[in-house]
């Protein structure tokens, strides 16, 4: 038997720990560091691990860590579904689903132009149409997470700016699912899309239709389930077996079966709980690997003129779409110009959403690994600026709602896990 993988494994999550503390020095998520881990053991420098002629291990070897990988990413699709806080949704409503609307529309809008600008538009050939798409579908993403400590050290969390911003990021992910759905499901142009419009509507009705068994289950008497530790059991396999149906069945995006359990399961009085325990095994293993999966991807030496340009481009498409696109939401709802620019700020960072679109697309062949430097500097940069315009916009005066700052809630502490 081959042991070369337990190597591999103890490099990665002992470097992405490393590098994951240094960002964290610098007051950066450590998921920089987790994928500035994944480049420097990749084939871009050292060459440890990732390729054919690497130094430790290629073939066999990388296909266990990329099936570790996609363990990893169903559980963090996951817990942000179980970690959903609905409340943040009824606390601003209306402007939230606008924010979120038009800060997917013109990111999306804004992707796709420059893809198409660089490689040209063929709407004639359904897989070339769904990879202009895909790159907008790529920045629709948001990740707050950055954001919502940015704002709770500033006292603002509380504000209706900062619920605003936690209840569009959550609208934000479930429109991103949907269209990462509808996208995934149509790029085959061997596939009838009138067949693929019709699963993904099956789908969603199979979604409801767990939903209403889980609630009937949850009738039944707790001597049947006494101990917490089954409960968790129960909902990490509800999430596998609604990712392999999705996938299986209806041609769906398994994240997106993992994203719709947490979702399922987010209202229930032992919410917490799971999403407690199974944090632990998937931030201590599979999100490390996950993360670092992603960087061994990122081959930087491949990256030419045409690449850097287009990642140029990209980036300050990607900065400027959600300002605009949330900004102008946030103006629609009524608020002033600072707090509208503070809510496109807030949405600016992609962080591991992002990360997660852009290999599902890998997977289908939508997008190709040329296209993975770009969108990781792209996250890279949006997470470490976001904070710092932040702080530039909100911190030299008082907005008139400002709190004071406060120890975390278990429901602020649901609402970051979600992002």
Request: hydrophobic share 55%; glycine share 10%.
């Amino acid at each position: 038997m081959e042991y070369l993988y337990l190597l591999v494994l103890a490099l990665i999550l002992a470097s992405t720990k490393i590098f994951g503390l240094l960002s964290k020095r610098v007051n950066m998520p450590q998921v920089v560091g987790a994928l500035l881990a994944g480049v420097l053991i990749g084939p871009s420098v050292l060459n440890l691990v990732g390729a054919d002629n690497s130094v430790l291990a290629g073939g066999d070897t990388l296909s266990f860590i990329n099936h570790t990988a996609e363990v990893g990413v169903i559980m963090l699709m996951f817990l942000a579904g179980i970690g959903t806080d609905f409340s943040e949704l009824k606390k601003t409503g209306v402007a939230s689903f606008v924010i979120a609307l038009i800060g997917v529309i013109v990111p999306m809008a804004g992707g796709g132009l420059t893809y198409g600008l660089f490689y040209g538009f063929d709407f004639t050939n359904q897989l070339e149409l769904c990879k202009t798409i895909f790159v907008g579908v790529v920045l629709m993403a948001t990740s707050v997470s950055i954001t919502v400590e940015t704002l709770r050290e500033l006292g603002k969390l509380k504000t209706k700016m900062g619920t605003a911003i936690l209840g569009a990021a959550i609208i934000d992910d479930i429109i991103g699912i949907v269209v990462l759905t509808l996208v995934t499901g149509l790029q085959d142009p061997k596939v009838n899309p009138v067949e693929s419009v019709v699963k993904i509507v099956l789908f969603f009705v199979f979604v409801v239709v767990c939903a209403i068994v889980v609630k009937l289950l949850s009738k039944i008497p707790r001597k049947f389930y006494a101990k917490k530790h089954r409960i968790v059991i129960f909902g990490l396999s509800f999430a596998f077996v609604l990712s392999f149906c999705a996938e299986y069945f209806f041609g769906v995006a398994d994240i997106t079966g993992a994203y719709f359990a947490g979702l399922i399961l987010c209202n229930y009085s032992s919410n917490e709980y799971i999403d407690e325990k199974v944090s632990i095994a998937s931030f201590a293993f599979f999100s490390p690997v996950f993360f670092a999966s992603i960087g061994i991807k990122t081959h930087v030496t491949s990256m030419d003129s045409t690449i850097l340009l287009f990642t140029v481009v990209l980036l300050v498409v990607a900065i400027l779409s959600k300002v605009i696109g949330c900004g102008l939401g946030a103006k629609f709802c009524k608020f002033n110009n600072k707090e509208a620019l503070g809510i496109g700020i807030g949405m600016v960072s992609r962080g591991e959403v992002a990360l997660i679109v852009a290999q599902k697309g890998n997977e289908a062949g939508i997008i190709d690994a040329a296209l993975f430097p770009p969108i990781v500097v792209v996250v890279i940069v949006t997470t470490i600026i976001t904070p710092i315009l932040l702080k530039i916009v909100l911190a030299d005066k008082d907005n008139g709602d400002e709190e004071k700052p406060k120890n975390k809630s278990k429901k602020t502490k649901a609402a970051t896990a979600a992002k």
